[in-house]
Nanobody, 127 residues
Framework: QVQLVESGGGLVQAGGSLRLSCAASGRTFSSYSMGWFRQAPGKEREFVATISRNGGSTYYADSMKGRFTISRDNAKNTVYLQMNSLKPEDTAIYYC????????????????????WGQGTQVTVSS
């Protein structure tokens, strides 16, 4: 079973950038499509981005398109979220999640479809 550990969060000024990483243990990382979600204080968890098993397909929430990029390196068992042009409203705890996928190019924006979750990493964007 895969275990997930996020890193790369921190405090950044508006307009800045951060790169989040999610390292997965285990030998079956390439069997999972991956997603990033976030949860701000007092708000529900929301979808950010997802990537298929082979990295060939990606999908973003509308508010993240053009600013965030999800990628993965299956040789390193790691998925990344590059976040540019950050805004104060991007402040949240960011979670990565893994979804066991039979199809190499499938992905999901639904958090209920994910099997495994990391502990989260805090991102704070100051104005």
């Amino acid at each position: 079973q895969v275990q997930l550990v996020e890193s790369g969060g921190g405090l950044v000024q508006a307009g800045g950038s951060l790169r989040l990483s999610c390292a997965a243990s285990g030998r079956t990382f390439s069997s999972y499509s991956m997603g990033w979600f976030r949860q701000a204080p007092g708000k529900e968890r929301e979808f950010v981005a997802t990537i298929s098993r082979n990295g060939g397909s990606t999908y973003y929430a509308d508010s993240m398109k053009g600013r965030f990029t999800i990628s993965r390196d299956n040789a390193k068992n790691t998925v990344y979220l590059q976040m540019n042009s950050l805004k104060p409203e991007d402040t949240a705890i960011y979670y990565c999640a893994a979804r066991l996928s039979r199809l190499t190019n499938s992905y999901s924006a639904e958090d209920s479809s994910y099997d495994l979750w990391g502990q989260g990493t805090q991102v704070t964007v100051s104005s």
